[in-house]
């Protein structure tokens, strides 16, 4: 009982802390997110920058997660005060506020014999295709789209590393359909073509999740409050 114990008493101890007042300034809290892939590379380095500017006492642990239901799970255990990702399923004890929004993109090297031509669903179809798949799936958001038109695509690559994605295109044939932020901080950009694709794609939307036994505590509602503001304020972050 030794284990669940400790981990009873510390969350205890957590939540009298928590509930003390709050001044960023001096706090040396420990605050812990869980990140999945796109938002730890691309919103990581402005709220670590936004951390040392404001609260630079502050101790943050980033814990990572793949699937949404993931963080779910961690935020029932109490491994981490908050989560960014796509949204998790409905559950009325997480509470969760949307942070952005990213669009498809078609991405293929820039001397692709396809760069010559309109990216129609005929040339879509025609081309190898690389699959990101964080949850290690065959079908992806594009395979949907084309099962309602009673149509596949051929997978040349299938894995699960986001960023990954844009190297492995820009030296071969293939064509991968990715979040356009992906491409923005990958670094591969000037080596692809980017084509919208040929078939509807909604947007995904990531959201920033927390339980609801944590909505009061004050160094908490700051820190969302920090996270929410780097978005309303730096342009570079999407919000359509």
């Known amino acids: ?32 997110i869980g990140l999945s892939d796109h938002p730890a590379f691309s919103f ?25 239901d993931d963080a779910i799970s961690m935020l029932d255990a109490g491994e981490v005060d908050m989560t960014i990702g796509v949204p998790p399923s409905s559950t009325g004890r997480i509470l969760s506020v949307p942070l952005f929004n990213e669009r498809f993109v078609c991405i293929f090297r820039k001397d692709h014999p396809a760069a010559s031509l309109d990216l129609d669903l005929e040339t879509f179809l025609s081309l190898s ?7 290690n799936e065959r079908f992806g958001v594009v395979d949907a789209a084309l099962a309602k038109l009673g149509l596949k ?21 293939m064509i991968a359909t990715i979040l356009e932020g992906v491409l923005e901080a990958s670094g591969q950009a000037e080596y692809l073509c980017v084509r919208k694709p040929p078939i509807q ?3 995904i939307s ?12 004050p160094a908490q509602r700051w820190f969302r409050d920090c996270i929410t503001g780097i978005f309303t304020q730096d342009p570079t972050q999407k919000s359509d």
């Open 129 to 135: 295709h690389l699959l990101v798949s964080p949850e």
């Open 206 to 217: 990531f959201t920033l999740s927390w339980h609801r036994r944590n909505d009061t505590h």
């Open 153 to 173: 695509r051929r997978l040349a690559l299938t894995l699960p590393h986001l960023y990954a994605a844009p190297s492995l295109v820009a030296s071969s044939d």
């Open 44 to 68: 990581l380095p402005r709220l670590v920058a936004k951390l040392r500017e404001t609260a630079p006492g502050i101790t943050l642990a980033v814990r990572s997660f793949t699937g949404r």
């Open 1 to 32: 009982m030794a284990e669940p114990l400790g981990h009873a008493l510390a969350e205890i101890q957590r939540t009298l802390d928590f509930t003390q007042e709050f001044d960023p300034s001096t706090s040396t809290a420990a605050l812990s």
């Open 201 to 203: 794609l909604d947007p």
